[in-house]
């Protein structure tokens, strides 16, 4: 594998730091699993030695179980899949007390994926795991695109997304990961209210709403419409999304999108993300984050970079004022948000690590 | 009172966090494996077989396997594909498959050439409960007759006779005639053939030839099937009118196969809602949905009480 502009001189596999920081969070290293791609991490846990990759986003869990929408529930498209499964899950009280300690066991960095039809439903699901050993943060399930109530389109409400976070906020110690839907104006703007809200990171992006037409029947493909679109056929759209939303905030991002190799991997963490998320690339291949992650560290060694971290946002760092509203599009001044080169944001960074500690006192 | 509050009222927080979860074993892998054959079967179907490396767990009867091919492929989705047939040569397994190239997936497929790779997720999904008490009569529709070539040949392993129905719309479309009579000879099993144009053997469908068939076989049967699904409910109506336990072979569309997506549901009777609630929390992982069964990890075979069959597509 080839190096990068940089051309330094490799180095060893082994020498290479992966690992990174999400917020207040330490991760081992940057590639987790996607939601709703690794169940509840238990059921890959014969194949993928949790242990070993930066962490496990289970999938999302509600407060009641769930049964999920009718079939048909996925539609191959091309270099991509719809889905529309409507957050079938066990419910919290199993995802308590049956998942959890399993997960546990198999010493995973588990982020508990929740996800709510209001807010009081998140506030109910955070009062019950907030302080739940063995979750080292949430991600907030803003942007289903499957269900009728409290999905992407719900929590497009900018001042409800920053009021919800900022209501959840207190319940937990543990920090709190925003996933934002792509099928927004301007994904700048939610990621601003998550921030403002409270978030600690935020992860980009969920599915793109799709459809896929079966011509003879003139129906859907997929029992409900319309469906979430993933695979490699939204990697670019979501490396563009995650580029813009890591331009708006100073909080970390996750990114996500159609990731399926180290490199796929790398161009977010370029573009400003901290970590990844390796998702339908999983359905193919159940130890696809195993891969990606072995790929990223080969990748490293061979550009003679020691740390990935130091690859966060360098390619943001170059094309920051690319990604600033345009003028004479929407007519606003940017929000007074300067380029960020890697040195600001490494003062950024421990300034995040300093907060995340005094909160953590003071939890305690 | 909060949601949180009813939700425990309905389903009590047991005492013991783990007690009652039972830990479902996978034995499921992914590997590369060779294509050792590929030829014509008759009908516009193809018959494969793929070595695989050691360490890959054999398959039972109604097992099936995600096969993924090699990069580029045309399609982004593994393909689940059930086995009929395993053998070992030279200490390696040797998997068969019969199937139709009907899409762009299966297409790609029908390309490889001898010495290609596919890679193979299994073994997937849960078996033929062949070793129940009672005759086992195996009624194959169409391409369904692949997982039942496949028990059959399991059966004739064991010494144990059946009963097999072989059905298809035509003669020509009668696939694995041939196989089906060799691997029922070495135990002494009788062959039934059914065409809906009566161009061979019994004239009508295979459900038709069943109906006809059971009253002169000594109770208990116990029936295996697998077909078009349209057909399955008409096994499964037979069966749950007669009083006879039958499991069908269901297919779906899926994605990952192994029970992590929730992409392949199968509307579940209200007998079998009732008991998975009653079943709550206790439940093995991922069986507790009262509405919907997930083909790939509670089938793909199902008793025909587990399914509402009004409501299968």
Redesign the interface.
């Known amino acids: 594998m080839s190096g990068p502009a940089t051309r330094r001189k490799p180095i060893a596999p082994r020498r290479v730091d992966l690992g990174v920081r999400v917020g207040p969070l330490t991760l081992r290293n940057p590639v987790l699993t996607a939601s709703?791609?690794?169940?509840?991490g238990?059921?890959?846990a014969?194949?993928v030695d949790l242990s070993t990759i930066g962490g496990v986003v289970t999938?999302t869990v509600t407060?009641?179980?769930r049964?999920?929408n009718?079939?048909?529930?996925?539609?191959?498209t091309p270099?991509?899949?719809l889905?529309s499964?409507g957050l079938?899950n066990?419910?919290?009280?199993?995802f308590r007390?049956?998942k959890l300690?399993?997960l546990r066991e198999l010493e995973a960095t588990v982020i508990a994926s929740v996800g709510g039809e209001t807010p009081?439903?998140l506030e109910?699901l955070l009062?019950?795991l907030g302080r739940e050993p063995g979750v080292a943060a949430f991600e907030l399930n803003f942007s289903c695109p499957n269900v009728a109530a409290g999905g992407a389109r719900y929590w497009t409400d900018l001042s409800r997304l920053e009021r919800t976070i900022a209501l959840l906020k207190p319940l937990t110690d543990k920090p709190l990961i925003a996933k934002l839907s792509p099928d927004v104006t301007d994904i700048r703007e939610t990621a601003r209210a998550c921030e403002r809200g409270g978030a600690d990171a935020l992860t980009a992006v969920n599915t793109f709403v799709g459809l896929a037409i079966d011509i003879d029947s003139l129906e859907s493909k997929l029992g409900r419409g319309t469906g979430g679109l993933s695979?490699?056929a939204i990697k670019p759209l979501a490396l563009a999304r995650c580029w813009e939303a890591a331009s708006a905030v100073r909080i970390p991002v996750l990114g996500s999108g159609g990731i399926a190799s180290g490199r796929d991997a790398l161009e977010f963490m370029a573009a400003g993300a901290t970590a990844v998320q390796v998702g339908?690339a999983?359905?193919?291949?159940?130890?696809a984050c195993t891969r990606v992650l072995d790929e990223m560290r080969a990748w490293l060694a061979a550009s003679g970079m020691a740390r990935v971290s130091e690859l966060i946002g360098a390619f943001h760092a170059q094309h920051a004022q690319e990604c600033e509203p345009d003028a004479a599009m929407d007519g606003r001044e940017p929000q007074g948000r300067e380029p960020r080169g890697r040195e600001q944001r490494g003062r950024e960074q421990r300034g995040r690590e300093q907060r995340g500690r005094e909160q953590r006192g003071r939890a305690r | 009172m909060?949601?949180?509050e009813r939700?425990?009222r309905s389903?009590p927080?047991?005492t013991g966090?783990?007690a009652g979860?039972s830990r479902t074993v996978?034995?499921w892998?992914?590997v590369a494996a060779r294509v050792r054959d590929q030829r014509r079967y008759g009908g516009g179907f193809l018959w494969l077989e793929l070595e695989l490396p050691a360490g890959f767990t054999a398959p039972a009867a109604g097992q099936f396997v995600q096969l993924?091919l090699d990069f580029p492929s045309p399609?982004?989705?593994?393909r689940p594909m059930s086995v009929a047939s395993v053998r070992k040569l030279a200490g390696r397994l040797v998997l068969g498959f019969l199937y139709g190239p009907v899409g762009a997936g299966t297409r790609a497929l029908a390309e490889l050439q001898p010495g290609a790779t596919v890679?193979v997720?299994g073994p997937l999904g849960r078996a033929y409960p062949l070793s129940e008490q009672g005759t086992p009569v195996l009624v194959a529709g169409g391409r369904g007759v692949a997982p039942l070539l496949f028990a059959a040949e399991t059966l004739a392993r064991s010494r144990r006779r059946c009963e097999f129905l072989l059905g298809a719309r035509t003669s020509r479309l009668l696939l694995g005639l041939a196989e089906a009579r060799a691997r029922l000879a070495r135990s002494g099993s009788r062959l039934h053939v059914a065409t809906d144009d009566g161009s061979r053997g019994f004239r009508g469908d295979v459900v038709r030839l069943l109906h006809h068939i059971a009253p002169t076989l000594a109770a208990p049967i116990v029936v295996h099937a697998c077909g078009p699904h349209g057909m399955l409910a008409a096994v499964a109506r037979w069966a749950l009118a007669s009083g006879v336990r039958a499991h069908l072979a269901m297919e779906?569309?899926?994605?990952?196969g192994?029970?992590?997506?929730?992409?392949?549901?199968?509307p579940r009777s209200a007998e079998a809602r009732e008991r998975v609630l009653a079943e709550g929390?206790g439940a093995a992982?991922?069986r507790?949905?009262?509405?919907?069964a997930m083909c790939c990890t509670d089938g793909p075979v199902f008793e025909a009480r587990e399914l509402d069959w009004e409501r299968v597509?």
């Open positions: 709703g791609t690794f169940g509840y238990d059921e890959y014969h194949v999938k407060v009641m179980p049964p999920g009718a079939p048909a529930r996925v539609a191959e270099a991509g899949m889905n499964i079938e066990v419910g919290l009280e199993r007390d049956e300690p399993r009081e439903e109910t009062s019950a695979g490699p339908t999983t359905f193919l291949e159940p130890e | 909060s949601v949180l939700a425990s389903a927080r047991r966090r783990t979860t996978r034995t892998r992914q993924l399609v982004l989705l593994p890679h997720t779906s569309v899926m994605a990952c192994t029970g992590v997506c929730r992409g392949c549901p199968l929390a992982a991922l507790g949905n009262p509405e919907w597509e």
